[in-house]
T-cell receptor, first 113, second 112 residues
């Protein structure tokens, strides 16, 4: 069974640009979570999508947004990139109920120059 | 404030020794999970312990949970060089605003 897959694995963007990161959850999982892991800062919760709806959002500005598609895959969009957005962006999924184990993908490394 | 604070921040041991990492949290929880992360990679789930459980084992891993002290410990027995990684605890409070909150992790180095 395939795990959580993310794309792209690495990318470099310029300040002010926009980026879209993609995530496919494990088959049968309806919830997708996005986390940001900046160097030395631990994992910061970004967004939780379940059944196509945004269920919870972390303390990030509105230029961080996303969506979940009918097939439960998800996109994370970041507009007006800033240098401090450079981080590993991790996607995770689980099946309901929400207290079940969350499984992570390998992440997308974003560097903003 | 950070829910899930691991200590120590870094731990260096010799192969064959046991490694103990601790996690403290501030609010009541539904579940507590431990994850490992090899450098620059995704997180791998190790074990989940529910708030009504006190101890769980999985292979060389032993997790305890003390809800009265709001703390958990992860013990890795007979460590191997391949156990070198960062270890994170993560808590959730359940409910409709579910989210998993991570600490900053313990970097474990197992020297051959």
């Amino acid at each position: 069974e395939a795990g959580v897959t993310q794309s792209p694995t690495h990318l470099i963007k310029t300040r002010g640009q926009q980026v879209t990161l993609r995530c496919s959850p494990i088959s049968g999982h309806t919830s997708v979570y996005w986390y940001q892991q900046a160097l030395g800062l631990g994992l910061q919760f970004l967004l939780w999508y379940d059944e196509g709806e945004e269920r919870n959002r972390g303390n990030f500005p509105p230029r961080f947004s996303g969506r979940q598609f009918p097939n439960y895959s998800s996109e994370l969009n970041v507009n007006a990139l800033e240098l401090e957005d450079s981080a590993l962006y991790l996607c995770a999924s689980n099946a309901p109920p929400s207290g079940n184990t969350i499984y992570f993908g390998e992440g997308s490394w974003l560097t903003v120059v | 404030s950070q829910q899930g604070e691991e200590d120590p921040q870094a731990l260096s041991i010799q192969e064959g020794e046991n490694a103990t990492m601790n996690c403290s949290y501030k609010t009541s929880i539904n579940n507590l999970q431990w994850y490992r992360q090899n450098s620059g990679r995704g997180l791998v789930h190790l074990i989940l312990i529910r708030s009504n459980e006190r101890e769980k084992h999985s292979g060389r891993l032993r997790v305890t949970l003390d809800t009265s002290k709001k703390s958990s410990s992860l013990l890795i027995t007979a460590s191997r060089a391949a156990d070198t990684a960062s270890y994170f605890c993560a808590t959730d409070r359940g409910g409709s605003n579910y989210k998993l909150t991570f600490g900053k992790g313990t970097l474990l180095t197992v020297n051959p």
